[in-house]
């Protein structure tokens, strides 16, 4: 079982930043691929960032150049750096795992919700 904790939402202007915590739970986590989705009010969730388990990146083209996913082992840590935010960026973001070859992300943290003000 892993269990995934979001932290670092806010309240912010547009044009500020914040950075996203997640924390993790679970010995697997060094071998597991992570994801950063989010899902603002009347839409449906979509992906934001990812990050597999020996750091390669990808990213929505929404957010390309603006944000970026980390993550430290050591820690059982994933981080989303959140840059020159838009008013569009409002939403709860949530984390998400994919272990075990899944194809699908099977753990996901209970959100953290970001607000940014225009």
């Known amino acids: 079982q892993v269990q995934l904790v979001e932290s670092g939402g806010g309240l912010v202007q547009a044009g500020d930043s914040l950075r996203l915590t997640c924390a993790a739970s679970?010995?697997?986590?060094?071998?597991?691929?992570m994801g950063w989705f989010r899902q603002a009010p009347g839409k449906e969730r979509e992906f934001v960032a990812y990050i597999n388990w020996s750091g390669g990146t990808n990213y929505a083209r929404s957010v390309k150049g603006r944000f970026t996913i980390s993550r430290d082992n050591a820690k059982n840590t994933v981080y989303l750096q959140m840059n020159s935010l838009y008013a569009e960026d409002t939403a709860v973001y949530y984390c998400a795992a994919r272990m075990g070859g899944s194809p699908t992300f099977d753990y996901w943290g209970q959100g953290t919700q970001v607000t940014v003000s225009s």
């Open positions: 679970g010995r697997t986590f060094g071998r597991s691929d």
